[in-house]
């Protein structure tokens, strides 16, 4: 085993993360990893079904010889072959994320692909705990062009817990990697979104787009504020509202808030609206707090420095540098202030 990069998947923030940065990695290195109790702290630890297709995949786009690619392993070997960047339909058979199976597999894809490359997921396309369409077709999608690589989604059903059969329709364009740099925020330009519901009355869309025009308007944000209503095809019901706070020169910061069974719309629209006006009242960073760890792969494998200033480090963003460490010989350093928010700069 010691050609193997050995990860222990309890520590950090000890979820999913690690597996789907080690499995980006690898591909893209040629390097084997070993991951040891994969999800230790989780509820139901070990691989579950969402976990599993990330592997799967993975092991499909590389050749990859894997053991322990089961649901509820606590341990996997993954030792990749060659990228061999090609068309994919991934259905993941439960309301598990769409996502971050892109997340997986977008960089590997991207980074060795001689021609655009079409991905079909069927999952969940909007999902607590993790990237919903509405940010990967905003946020994320906007971070990717400016790390120099394109690629296009769209979304004709969303997917909810817990039926899903949401689709998540991804063309990859091939691309090379430039380092990143946005450290000083730019002028906040408008804040818009929709609040959507599938297979539940139109009234809830309205409540929540009304709930989140009114805690905006007596916020006194200086600047127009866009809040439509839609309603979505879907083999499964949901409510959702998305805020996206757009800046003039550098990626949105998108929020996203899902409705659940006997949860109040205005309570959904409430902590979506704190959470976007965190960002927006922070005195330090251009980077959400999310994103801020979803964009460290491509910054570890651009040539040059990047560097980036967050609002908010959070422990995914530790984990994901400490994974990135074990297979990347570059140096990596978080800098925290005392108001939570930080700067993080790979050379």
């Not at 369409?133 to 120099?148: A, C, D, Q, R, V």
């Not at 817990?162 to 730019?186: C, M, Q």
């Amino acid at each position: 085993m010691c050609d193997l990069v050995d990860l222990d998947g309890s520590l950090g923030e000890g979820g999913g993360q690690i597996l789907r940065t080690a499995l980006a990695a690898s591909m893209l290195l040629g390097r084997g990893f070993k991951l040891r109790r994969i999800r230790a702290g989780r509820d139901k630890p070990g691989l579950r079904p969402q976990h599993l297709t990330c592997v799967k995949a993975s092991a499909e786009l590389c050749e990859a010889e894997v053991k322990g690619d089961y649901v509820g392993s606590s341990e996997i070997v993954f030792r990749p072959g060659a990228v061999r960047p090609r068309d994919m339909t991934i259905d993941i058979g439960t309301a598990g994320s769409t996502a971050l199976v892109l997340h997986t597999l977008f960089l590997p894809i991207a980074l060795r692909a001689d021609r655009p490359v079409s991905l079909k997921l069927v999952g969940g396309t909007f999902n607590d705990a993790a990237p919903s369409y509405p940010f990967i077709e905003t946020t994320w999608l906007s971070y990717m062009n400016k790390f120099g690589l394109k690629a296009t989604v769209s979304s004709p059903r969303v997917g909810f817990y817990p039926r899903g059969g949401g689709e998540l329709n991804v063309v990859i364009e091939p691309g090379a990697l430039v380092p990143l740099t946005l450290v000083d925020r730019p002028p906040i330009v408008r804040v818009r979104g929709f609040a959507g519901i599938a297979g539940l009355v139109d009234s809830i869309a309205e409540r929540m787009s009304r709930r989140a025009l009114k805690r905006l308007e007596q916020r006194g944000l200086s600047v127009p504020v866009e809040i439509e209503t839609v309603a979505w095809r879907s083999n499964s019901k949901g409510a959702a509202i998305a805020l996206e706070v757009e800046l003039e020169s550098a990626p949105s910061a998108t929020f996203v808030g899902l409705g659940a069974p006997g949860k109040p719309a205005e309570s959904i629209v409430d902590h979506t609206v704190d959470e976007l006006l965190e960002y927006v009242d922070a005195p330090i960073g251009v980077v959400d707090p999310h994103s801020a760890d979803q964009i460290l792969a491509p910054a570890a494998f651009a040539e040059g420095t990047s560097e980036y200033a967050s609002t908010r480090v959070t422990e995914h963003l530790r984990t994901n540098a400490d994974t990135m460490r074990a297979f990347v010989d570059r140096t990596i350093t978080i800098e925290e202030n005392d108001d939570g928010s930080g700067r993080v700069v790979v050379s």
